[in-house]
Structure formats: C-alpha cells, structure tokens
Nanobody
Framework: QVQLVESGGGLVQAGGSLRLSCAAS????????RAWYRQAPGKEREFVAA????????SYADSVKGRFTISRNNAENTVYLQMNYRNPEATALYYC?????????WGPGTQVTVSS
C-alpha cells in the first residue's frame, strides 16, 4: 500500500522554527517531484514549496520565500520542510505530495499552530 505520512507538526510560537517530515512507503518516490501545500482554516489549499526529483531545483510561494526550506532524502524516501515562522497567519494543516505525470499521492496532513 502506497502511503505518505507527514509528521513534525505541533504548536510553535511566532518567531520560532519547526521541521516537518513526509515519509513515503509502499514504493520508491525517488523519481517523483515532491511538494508541500497548506490549508488554513476557512481558506483554500495553497502551494508552499516544491522540489524537482532529478535536478533538486526548488520553488516557493512568495509568502514563505527566505523562511521555509524544502529538501529531500531519496535514500530514505523522505521530504522535509524547515519552517521559520513570523506570524500566526501561518497556522494551517500542512500536506505533502508526490507527483509525476498524471499521478499524484497525498498524505493526510499534519497540523501546525502558530501562536503569537
């Protein structure tokens, strides 16, 4: 069974840091692009960051540039999101995804709550 499972969420103070992990199982995702999305209460799911499977190139939403860093460990089938928070508006459910061509897989999400 193919699964993506996020971990590392929790409560963090504005100005603090948190590192999310997304572990994959059931198959190798080394040739899949990986990304993080988030959904804040009452809002649509939005893109946060992505990393290309072969070049390692990264891209970020403007709102997190310079504060969030996406990375991956193909040997461990895992992708990470290092986050340095600035304000409580970053409170959201964070999802990881693996995608290639028309196929995509999603994890159930991990909650991050940023307190002021």
């Amino acid at each position: 069974q193919v699964q993506l499972v996020e971990s590392g969420g929790g409560l963090v103070q504005a100005g603090g840091s948190l590192r999310l992990s997304c572990a994959a199982s059931g198959r190798s995702f080394s040739t899949y692009n990986r990304a993080w999305y988030r959904q804040a209460p009452g809002k649509e799911r939005e893109f946060v960051a992505a990393i290309v499977w072969n070049s390692g190139s990264t891209s970020y939403a403007d709102s997190v540039k310079g504060r969030f860093t996406i990375s991956r460990n193909n040997a461990e089938n895992t992708v990470y999101l290092q986050m340095n928070y600035r304000n409580p508006e970053a409170t959201a459910l964070y999802y990881c995804t693996a995608f290639r061509g028309g196929a995509d897989y999603w994890g159930p999400g991990t909650q991050v709550t940023v307190s002021s």
